[in-house]
């Protein structure tokens, strides 16, 4: 059936490329439950093609004034100001998500485009002047040369907007794997920068599986890779790209908890966890997964958010729901699996998803908002990342046992507490194990001016995305000692100048 079904290609050289290796995989659209296109699967010869597009595009962008990259950076952000919605549609026909979520997907992406316009002022050296007699040391930053990014299919364009304008301004050619669940996005990106004015090669998007992002993690010309996705293949790109002497930054999993201290205003914590738990059909590494209510908060907390459920709508995105499907309908049915796990350790199904009433096709990917209350700690529906619209309470006894199974957990991506006090608040982010913190906020996700990442298995690696952190993963720097000399140089001196 593909065979007749449009395919996604890859994007080489300033153009799209239809794929020669006969290799695809399928790309449904999630509310309709059918496959609606193709994917290209690059093999060797497209993997090499890719990166040497990249690689000789490499000189000319990074010889190319600062002035004019921003031009190009500038006219980029205001097309994909313009033209947004159409990027989200885009979304919404392959990831599922409801349109007006996945335009709020591409404006936090706009925002990194927006950081990456004033790349001059963030990629500054510094300069002593005399630092020893006659002597001024200074540094520059210079881009590496071509970057890989690997990215994930809950954010097709956010994500991969994490790292490349700041890449692409900094003067490094950028070759894109984007997942191959929801591949439109990146190529839509990628006549948005050849529209801007961005030189062919500098924005390449090849296609793939595991062949390509071995290619990338294995080529000599790829000097770093920025990886987004799920934990075990976090590990095995950081390793991996390490060994091959490669920069690497790469975000993992996660598993949010939100501490609700008694003192919280309950409505505002019932309408925080209904957004944060559902919202993206919960397939998002800033959702909340856990809910630890400190008693005796949690029978009332239940009850409202019981009742917020109840008015949820689920169905097809492009209709306005509340929330649409899930991306597959394998990964439905895992998420759905954890029903029973949680149920069969001993946890209460209090609002069961599946099966519910759809705005939607019959045959699409749906699983409604699930609430679980009581999961034991010791089940794999606590201890394990589900992805999906599957919100867990815990009730504890005291905000120090909820801080211990935040800390205890694999993950130190995002949390979030609730309290009107102060001094509470203040020593949870302070003493806390994770990366991003909300306080009374659900998902802290930063600006683009700070940067995103979390601890432990959330990330491996020194960089966190975008913000300052960004513009170092981004550029190498160098050290310059120099010396005008004059007549008076002081002659032979074997020791270190030391005035
Ligand atoms: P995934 O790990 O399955 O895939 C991510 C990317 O890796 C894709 O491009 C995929 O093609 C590629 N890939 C898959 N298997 C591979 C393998 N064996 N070898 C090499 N590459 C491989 O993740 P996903 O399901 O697309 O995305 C969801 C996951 O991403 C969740 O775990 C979520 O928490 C995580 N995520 C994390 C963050 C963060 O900032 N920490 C942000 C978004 C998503």
Redesign the pocket.
Known sequence: MSHQLPTVPHWIDGARRESGSGRTAPVYDPALGRQTKAVALADEAEIQAAIASAAAAFPGWAGTSMARRQQIVFRFRELLNERKLELAEIITSEHGKVVSDAAGEVARGLEVVELATGFPHLMKGGHSENVSTGVDVYSIKQPLGVVGI??????PAM?PMWFFPIAIAAGNTVVL?????DPSAAIWMAELWKEAGLPDGVFTVLQ???L???GLLEHPEVRSIS????????Q??YETAAKHGKRVQA????KNHMLVLPDADLDLVADSAINAGFGSAG????AVSVLLAVEPVADELIEKITSRIAQLRVGDGRREPDMGPLVTEA?RDKVASYIDIAAADGAEVVVDGRGIEVDGEADGFWLGPTLLDRVPTTSRAYTE?I?GPVLSVVRVACYEEGVELIDSGAFG?GTAIFTNDGGAARRFQSEVQVGMIGINVPIPVPVAYYS???WKQ??FGANK?YGPAGFDFFTQEKAVTSRWLDPSHGGINLGFPQN
Not at 251 to 254: I, M, P, R, V
Not at 283 to 286: F, K
């Open positions: 690997v990215s994930p299919f809950n954010f994500v794997k984007p997942s191959e669940k793939g599986d595991r390509a992002v071995d990886f987004v996705g799920s934990t075990p293949i976090a095995y790109i975000l993992g999993g996660a397939e998002r590494c800033m990964h990342e992805f991506n995103f990442g979390g959330s990330l995305a």
